[in-house]
C-alpha cells in the first residue's frame, strides 16, 4: 500500500472509530456525554500520533483485551440459553425442503 493510501486509511480509521464511540456514549449515557467523548477523543488522537508506535500498539492490545472480557463473561452467561434452544430446534420434526 502506498502512503497515501495508508494516510487515508488511517484517517478513514479515526474518523469511523470517532462516530462509533460517539453513537455508544450517546447511547450508554445520553446526549450531555456526547462532547466529553469527542473532545477526550481528539486528546486522544494527538497524544497517540505524539508517543512511540510500540506505545500506542501496547494499548490497543490492552483495550482490545479489556473489550473482550465483558464478551467473553456474556457467552458463558448465556450458554446455558443457548444450548436448551439448541435442543429445543433439533428436536422438532423436520419439514422436508423442495
Keep these: 500500500m502506498s ?3 495508508s494516510a487515508l ?3 478513514s480509521t479515526i474518523i469511523a472509530w470517532s462516530y462509533y464511540g460517539d453513537r455508544s456514549a450517546y447511547y450508554l449515557f445520553g446526549e450531555r456525554a ?3 467523548y469527542r ?3 481528539t486528546l486522544l488522537v494527538a497524544v497517540g500520533a505524539a508517543v512511540p508506535l510500540n506505545l500506542v500498539w501496547n494499548i490497543a492490545d490492552i483495550t482490545n483485551i479489556l473489550m473482550a472480557l465483558p464478551n467473553l463473561l456474556g457467552l458463558i452467561l448465556l450458554a446455558g440459553l443457548v444450548n436448551k434452544l439448541k435442543n429445543e430446534y433439533f428436536s422438532r420434526p423436520q419439514t422436508p425442503t423442495r
Design 3 to 5: 502512503a497515501s493510501g
Design 9 to 11: 486509511f488511517a484517517y
Design 34 to 36: 456526547v462532547l466529553p
Design 39 to 41: 473532545i477526550l477523543f
